[in-house]
């Protein structure tokens, strides 16, 4: 059973970046044809999937996003991490990472095998 948990800090002041990782246990994030994703729920909205980075390393951003957002890895500690620049209070929201199969359609977070349990992070000053 893959199991992932987000960690970083909850509180980041506006225009800084945003940095979070995500270990997994239970399954390798080289794993082929699998996908590793941040999603994020600001409050009284819906899941909002912000990108992806697959078992080759390659990236895919949701293009309201591409601008601040990277992804990258860790495969010797089996973590992936998200960065999000010059944040603002409209960043303010429970970021989730996540895993599926690379059939599934990355941009719908309603496809997602595995999630973690989620952290807040707010964005003020």
């Known amino acids: 059973q893959v199991q992932l948990q987000e960690s970083g800090p909850g509180l980041v002041k506006p225009s800084q970046t945003l940095s979070l990782t995500c270990t997994v246990s239970g399954g390798s994030i080289t794993t082929s044809y699998y996908a590793w994703s941040w999603i994020r729920q600001p409050p009284g909205k819906g899941l909002e999937w912000m990108g992806v980075i697959a078992y080759d390393g390659s990236t895919y951003y949701s293009p309201s996003l591409k601008s601040r957002t990277s992804i990258s890895r860790d495969t010797s500690k089996n973590q992936f991490s998200l960065q999000l620049s010059s944040v603002t209070p409209e960043d303010t929201a429970v970021y989730y990472c996540?895993?599926?199969?690379?059939?599934?359609?990355?941009?719908?977070?309603?496809?997602?095998?595995?999630w973690g349990q989620g952290t807040q992070v707010t964005v003020s000053s």
């Open positions: 996540a895993s599926g199969g690379f059939h599934i359609d990355f941009t719908r977070p309603d496809e997602y095998d595995y």
